[in-house]
T-cell receptor
């Protein structure tokens, strides 16, 4: 069974701080996606990484795919209250997604 | 709005009743997925369609669950004889049938079985 573990599970920080969320697996994925989900809503796609070692930036968010395509990280610079939410990584297994356990981020003003 | 839509957004039902949810994918997407998400967990794959063909079903999809996509457009997910353990958020996603087709999710249907 493929598992994606995310750490930390919970993160509570002040506005302006930096943070990193990790997504780890023992399995190789053809691609990995990061989503953000707000309470009562569906996940919203942030980014897809495909190539080992790939780095993608989305404003203050930096995503990296591990060289072996087994792990990924999400770094947020100068977090803002609007970044609050559940961050999910998802590895692509054939045609379906295997989701991580999620990291719940709370950014206080 | 041309995103994925789901109906209803919330459903409260009594144990033993049948419920049906509907998903309308993004119009040009030929793949449609169903996932289930319980509180504090990431979504878990249930089943998916390419056009009208159901290509894969998870072991999570018991005999009480059935999904259809009769014309290759919208899909329905029916749960018969609901149990309290069925309480969850049911999410629908759609994508193009590409090897790296990105999946876009709807807002979900929150099911509560009392």
């Amino acid at each position: 069974t493929q598992l994606l573990e995310q750490s930390p599970q919970f993160l509570s920080i002040q506005e302006g701080e930096n943070l990193t969320v990790y997504c780890n697996s023992s399995s190789v994925f053809s691609s990995l996606q990061w989503y953000r989900q707000e309470p009562g809503e569906g996940p919203v796609l942030l980014v897809t990484v495909v190539t080992g070692g790939e780095v993608k930036k989305l404003k203050r968010l930096t995503f990296q795919f591990g060289d072996a395509r087994k792990d990924s990280s999400l770094h947020i610079t100068a977090a803002q209250p609007g970044d609050t939410g559940l961050y999910l990584c998802a590895g692509r297994n054939t045609d379906k997604l295997i989701f991580g356990t999620g990291t719940r981020l709370q950014v206080f003003p | 709005d041309t995103g994925v839509s789901q109906d209803p957004r919330h459903k409260i039902t009594k144990r033993g009743q049948n419920v049906t949810f509907r998903c309308d994918p993004i119009s040009e997407h030929n793949r449609l997925y169903w996932y289930r998400q319980t509180l504090g967990q990431g979504p878990e794959f249930l089943t998916y369609f390419q056009n009208e063909a159901q290509l894969e079903k998870s072991r999570l999809l018991s005999d009480r669950f059935s999904a259809e996509r009769p014309k290759g457009s919208f899909s329905t997910l029916e749960i018969q004889r609901t149990e309290q353990g069925d309480s969850a958020m049911y999410l629908c996603a759609s994508s193009l049938a590409l090897w790296d087709g990105e999946q876009y999710f709807g807002p979900g249907t929150r099911l509560t079985v009392t």
